[in-house]
């Protein structure tokens, strides 16, 4: 199963609201934006309390991740008297595996399927009277029709004793939805794989972590068998084969978290890594997870907030991905994740989200404009609570008209397309202001969401730029301020518009408007392909490459639709695929790209 959307109702500063999971173009990662106390925390919450209570998670006893009180969650403006009830109502769409587990369930009780549903729905209802809790029901609809040995065809009941078991099969294959409030807990400095001396649901917790590192090695291995067996046996070959498991584990997580963090601050560190040693203690065997560093061994507790941060996202997020669970997918919810690292670190932190294995969503919270990509514009939504009036220098609070309520991005954009940038709208959401200090990377603009789209995707694998960053605008025709803007600054940008004749027409228009501080800042793409005909972004592929990108995402669109074109290459950069395509197009399009990133460092030099 894989989660479509979500419905919650009556959640705390949440009357209704929709969100849904599997829109056009598709994407992995969703980010939820908006200001203090507009009701971000909330969402995650809301979707947390499906499913918290099935998860050890709350075993490291991070502050917010439950809602212990059931009365926490009436709706704000009716806590002194609400009788009805909250909810949170999940669409999943099941897989071949789900099918066939109610076949196997159904079929006990002389049965046969012969319809399938397409979804499945479940539901988590919190029930109150006179604000006092009265109750909590979980329902599941999952439409089968069977047939009996007479040949009778019916709706399978939910009073049905097949129904409830196949529930009873599905709640264990229901995929898992993780909640992390923050990063901030405390990593124990034994983990106990057996027989732990206290809080033994931690060190389980602990243990499956250990388990998520082997499964991603990939050989095969076994916490049980590889790890701990090995430990009491007395046979030095076992002793031998444990050593070797430990050197593994430790030079996955070496790479995996020393790589990113050199990459956060730009610099080779070397000299760094994780060391995993083991011990028996009485019955107990333990494991011990160090850093070494220029000869010295450091507890992870010794080092910065930042650093123990990080560690423990990458453990409790990347290896997760590759854990052998009955259900394909797993969904994470990060709550303001890197707040408390520099900007840096927060852009690399996004970064590694598309680093994550295949199967992961990811839903986080931000205020911050660091922590939005372009490349995930599509996938976000903007929050807002009725109860704040952010119009005020106080930003007055007024619980009785709590409403937190989404907007699509695509949408919340639509209704302001008088901006310079596809993504101003974020920036006002924000209210942000650049500071005194901030320094402005080289900066590429483009006439669209297409262009940037479809270059971003093919840089992901030709890996061309380097420093420069794309900025995508709204149309050919509304660059103006942005040049001003970068004009001003006298910060270093390019300017690439198609050579149709409203890209020709508009390069003139610029050139006349600002005189020669941008004669060497605009070309079309026909400049820089030094060709005489007419060259629109996607004219750099052969038209069945076209119909190829297209159709892998949508099989049913029309020949050469540029719409559905760039919604595909949209899709294919937030999933994260491969961009595939001939020799011929690939080297027109590593001339664009090459051009643009020799633009810059020419200026460097």
Known sequence: MKYVSFKILDFKG???????????????????????????????????????????????????????????????????????????????????????IAESVIGEFGLTIVEKPTLFKKSVWTRFQNSR????????????????AKGNRKELKYYEDAFAKVILAFEQTLPSI??????????????????????????ELYRFLIQDVLDSIMLNLDVGTHIVDRAFSSSDSDKRALESVLLKVADSI?????????????????????????????ASMFLQLKIKENGEIYEISERSMGFRWFFAFLLFTYYRGFRKEPSSGVLFLFDEPASNLHSSAQQQLLDSFSRFPAGCTILYTTHSHHMISPRWLEGCYIVKNEAVNYTEADNRYTSRKSQVTLMKYRE???????????????????????SNLELIRPTCILEGKSDYYFLSWADSSLKILDQSVLMPCTSASSMDSLISLFVGWGKAFLVILDSDKEGVAQKKRYLESFGEVVAEKIYTLSDILESNHKVEIEDLLDKDERSTITRSCYPDAKENDKKTFCRACQEHLMLGHKFEISDESSIRISRILTFIDNYFKDRER
């Open 14 to 100: 949440i009357k209704s609201m929709e969100l849904v999971l599997d829109a056009s173009p598709k994407s992995s990662v969703y980010t939820f934006v908006g200001l203090n106390e507009s009701g971000k925390t909330t969402v995650l919450e809301s979707i947390n309390y499906f499913y918290a209570e099935r998860e050890p998670l709350k075993d490291l006893t991070l502050p917010g991740y439950r809602i212990s009180d059931p009365h926490e969650i009436i709706p704000i403006p009716q806590r002194s008297n609400f009788n009805g009830q909250s909810g949170v109502q999940a669409v999943l769409e099941p897989e071949s595996m789900d099918h066939a």
């Open 133 to 148: 809790f009265n109750g909590q029901a979980n329902q599941w609809y999952i439409d089968y029709i069977v047939e009996d």
């Open 178 to 203: 993780l909640y992390f409030p923050n990063f901030l807990f405390d990593f124990p400095d034994r983990i106990y794989l057996s027989n732990p001396p206290e809080n033994a649901k931690k060190h």
């Open 254 to 282: 070496s790479e995996n978290v020393f790589n990113t963090w050199d990459r956060i601050f730009s610099i080779e560190q070397g000299g760094k890594s994780v060391v995993v040693t083991w011990g028996v203690e009485r």
């Open 412 to 434: 919340f954009a639509s209704k302001h397309a008088d901006q310079t940038t596809y993504f101003q709208p974020i920036l006002d959401v924000l209210s942000y202001k650049p």
